[in-house]
C-alpha cells in the first residue's frame, strides 16, 4: 500500500484554525477542520466543485480521536492482513492483557512469547498510543492489545500463556 496518488494540502484559515484536505486517486476531497479551540470538524466535499462544501461534521476533541483511532488501528491491521495474505499460514490477531495475566507489571520480555510459542508481537495498542516494534524492556499492563503475528496453533498457545501463564502440557 502506498501514498503515492494520495494528496494532503494544508490551508491556514486566519481567526479559525488549519484545514487540512486529502485528495484521494479518484479526486474526491476530504476536509479536516482543526479550530483553535480544539474542535475539529470533517467537511465533505461536492465531486462536481472541490470548493463547494456538501455535508459537515462537527467532532468533540474525544470523538476525533476515537475516529484517528479506529483509522489508525484499521490501517494498521490492514498492512499487517495484505502481509498475512503473502505469508502462507500465517495470521495476525489482536489480544488483550487481562488484569489477571502474571505477566502485568512485568516486561514483554518476560513472556518469551517468541521463544516459548513461536510469535512475534509486532505492536502493542495502549490507550490512545500504538507502540511498533516493542522491544523486550517495554513495559505491560493491564488492558494492552497486543498484535501478535504467528500460525494459528501458536497464536492459541500465546493467548493461554498470556492468560494465565501456562503452557500446554
Same mark, same amino acid.
Given at each position: 500500500?502506498?501514498?503515492?496518488?494520495? /494528496?494532503?494540502?494544508?490551508?491556514?484559515?486566519?481567526?479559525?484554525?488549519?484545514?487540512? @484536505? %486529502?485528495?484521494?486517486? *479518484? +479526486? =474526491?476531497?476530504?476536509?479536516?477542520?482543526?479550530? =483553535?479551540?480544539?474542535? =475539529? *470538524?470533517?467537511?465533505?466535499? @461536492?465531486?462536481? #466543485?472541490?470548493?463547494?462544501?456538501? #455535508?459537515?461534521?462537527?467532532?468533540?476533541?474525544?470523538?476525533?480521536?476515537?475516529?484517528?483511532? %479506529?483509522?489508525?488501528?484499521? &490501517?494498521?491491521? +490492514? /498492512?499487517?492482513?495484505?502481509?498475512?495474505? *503473502?505469508?502462507?499460514?500465517?495470521?495476525?490477531? *489482536? $489480544?488483550?492483557?487481562?488484569?489477571?495475566?502474571?505477566?502485568?507489571?512485568?516486561?514483554?520480555? #518476560?513472556?518469551?512469547? =517468541?521463544?516459548?510459542?513461536?510469535?512475534?508481537?509486532?505492536?502493542?495498542?495502549? @490507550?490512545?498510543?500504538?507502540?511498533?516494534?516493542?522491544?523486550?524492556?517495554?513495559?505491560?499492563?493491564?488492558? @494492552?492489545?497486543? &498484535? &501478535?503475528?504467528?500460525?494459528?496453533?501458536?497464536?492459541?498457545?500465546?493467548?493461554?500463556? $498470556?492468560? #494465565?501463564?501456562? $503452557?500446554?502440557?
Amino acid at each position: 500500500m502506498s501514498a503515492v496518488g494520495v /494528496r494532503i494540502e494544508k490551508v491556514d484559515l486566519p481567526g479559525i484554525g488549519t484545514r487540512h @484536505d %486529502v485528495v484521494t486517486e *479518484q +479526486g =474526491r476531497r476530504i476536509g479536516v477542520v482543526s479550530h =483553535r479551540s480544539g474542535e =475539529r *470538524q470533517l467537511a465533505l466535499y @461536492d465531486e462536481s #466543485d472541490p470548493d463547494a462544501c456538501r #455535508d459537515s461534521i462537527r467532532l468533540s476533541e474525544d470523538e476525533a480521536v476515537a475516529l484517528a483511532d %479506529v483509522l489508525g488501528a484499521s &490501517v494498521m491491521l +490492514g /498492512r499487517l492482513a495484505g502481509i498475512r495474505e *503473502q505469508a502462507a499460514g500465517l495470521f495476525t490477531e *489482536q $489480544l488483550v492483557l487481562p488484569a489477571s495475566s502474571p505477566f502485568v507489571g512485568g516486561t514483554l520480555g #518476560d513472556t518469551r512469547a =517468541r521463544t516459548l510459542t513461536g510469535t512475534s508481537i509486532v505492536a502493542i495498542v495502549r @490507550d490512545d498510543a500504538v507502540i511498533p516494534s516493542p522491544t523486550p524492556a517495554v513495559g505491560l499492563e493491564a488492558g @494492552d492489545t497486543l &498484535v &501478535v503475528v504467528g500460525e494459528r496453533p501458536s497464536l492459541e498457545i500465546l493467548a493461554r500463556l $498470556l492468560a #494465565d501463564g501456562s $503452557l500446554p502440557g
